[in-house]
């Protein structure tokens, strides 16, 4: 039967933001100290195997992300090109109904002779 006063220690592979964050405040020789090593310190590299789990972990999880923005941005890129390719179709569509609106505007040559002809 367990004591119910007693607390398991379960150790996270993974650290937070903050725990991070504080670990860069701790001396170096402190932080190579794994959670089944208490108290014991290691020289600067000679760390421990779960110290080496972690760091192999938080590299993975940085090439995750570095892959997750690259994704990212080679599809806003994808989708600028599209929208410069979208406006340079606009601009020309543009152009030609400008062309046909002041076409419009403007009798042609033909209908003025023809006018010009009929009042003789």
Known sequence: MEDEGHVEH?????KSK???????????EEQNVGAGDAGKAYPAGQESSES???EA???AS????????EAKI?????????????DAKD???LEW?????????????????TEHSQSE
């Open 62 to 69: 940085i090439k995750v992300q570095e892959e997750d923005y």
């Open 91 to 93: 601009e020309k569509r």
């Open 18 to 28: 903050t725990e991070d964050h504080a670990m860069k405040s701790v001396p170096e």
């Open 97 to 113: 109904l400008l062309k046909q609106k002041s076409a419009l505007q403007k009798p042609s040559q033909s209908a003025k002779q």
């Open 74 to 86: 080679k599809k806003l890129l994808a989708r600028r090109e599209k929208r410069r390719e979208n």
């Open 57 to 59: 972990i938080h590299q």
């Open 52 to 54: 080496i789990a972690d």
């Open 10 to 14: 379960i150790d996270v592979p993974m």
